[in-house]
């Protein structure tokens, strides 16, 4: 969970700043479980009887979790949890939620941190979910159908559980490995959103059939439940599969340059802030930061691998051959149906806005707009690192230079919006050089100063 670049004092500083977010968290959950209990109504016996039942379907579903990360896990007890929550809108549902999360992760012997986390994620979501749920006009579904369920206020309920327990995750995850929180939240709720829209039946039929049939009838739709956990695991698995080739894949073009470690990665972070303060969608926003991670894949054949490595100024063969990566990259990504719409933007990533670029010197609006990001963000990378040749330039001088270039390299629209939000970058290239440091790079540049003596 915790990063390994940086040795004990980053391990030390990220596992501080765990404790503080699960501390957040933790009495947060106290707070909401405190106003639940004071303001909320009482629990029946019915509720009682269906606290028990849940609470088992609850320790099941959250015994069969899976990995969404090398950080993070997932489960299908939100099913148990949230239908709990609608037949019992009161503390009782807590008490359900509490204990089922407390057995498994006791009979897995996780961390403490890890056990107080998890019962705290699920505790703030569901308390804060009944809240919003009794607020807008929402009825115990145990009393149906003589008192009619308001869909309104049940979507809300559900919205609610799963935007809260996505933030939790994400904060603490982003604690964890000094990463940004609203894009780890938007990246999880990206890769989840169509389940969680799939499940939402699923969680008012369960919970109604315990109501009109009892326990028996709602046991047997506890085989769907385990249907949906395959579903839910075999997409994510497919979306992490994705993800890990192309990490593979940029880590292998990276290594073969000792001063642009992590390049890829941290273009790929600037062109997604870049498309964010000009106001793409996001999906746009996504398919420009993909674009960006493989925007050099063209580097990954073994010729350029000497050219890379060279710390002298380049001949003109060699930078000819160095001009021919965007067109390679482009043919290669060209072969994965599912990247098609990338090729474009790979292709014209050194195009400049004046025509002076390559390899097919275009110029302004014939350059994709991701291209453009994307050549914005390469610059800002290649100024914001150290290089043989150079120290990395500060950022004032990094800006000096974009406003320079507008108009010329870069596209001066986006230039003068990027430049009317320069703190925003500047976080970004902090946070970016932590997250995604070049790895020796100092000792490699003092290396090749030798060499030339």
Sequence with gaps: MYKKAGGLPLIKMAESKIKKVVGLITAGAFMASAALYYTGPSPSDKQWSAVGFFTVLGIIASGLGYKTSKATAGSIGFLP????????????????????????????????????????????????????????????????????????????????????NKIAVSAVVSAANDGNVK??????????????????????????????????????????????????????????????????????????????SGHSLRVSSYSRLIAQIIGLPQREQNRISRAALLHDVGKIYSEFSPVLRKADKLTAAEFALVKTHPQRGADLVSKVSHFEDLVPLILCHHEAWNGAGYPNKFADQQIPLGARIIALADTIDAMTTSRPYRCALPPEKVRQEIARQAGKQFDPIICEKLLACWDLMEREVRSAAKQYPVVNARIQQLKAMMGRR
């Design 183 to 260: 894009q780890h939240w938007m990246d999880s709720m990206r890769m989840s959103i169509k389940n969680d829209v799939l499940a939402f039946p699923l969680i008012f039929f369960f919970a109604a059939a315990y109501v009109r049939f009892g326990a028996l009838l709602a046991s047997a739709l506890a085989l769907p439940m385990l249907g949906m956990r395959q579903v839910y695991k075999a997409n994510i698995t497919l979306e992490k599969i994705n993800e890990e080739l192309l990490q593979v894949m940029v880590a292998t073009v990276d290594a073969q340059d000792p001063y642009t």
């Design 81 to 164: 949890f949230l239908s709990i929550a609608v037949i019992s809108p009161n503390y009782a549902a807590l008490i359900s939620v509490i204990l089922s999360i407390a057995v498994v992760e006791l009979m897995s012997r996780r961390p403490w941190i890890k056990l107080v986390f998890n019962i705290a994620q699920f505790v703030l979501a569901e308390a804060a979910a009944i809240g919003v749920y009794l607020f807008t006009g929402g009825t115990p579904l145990i009393d149906w159908p003589a008192k009619p369920l308001s869909l309104g206020a049940f979507t809300l309920m559900v919205a609610v559980w799963m935007v809260l």
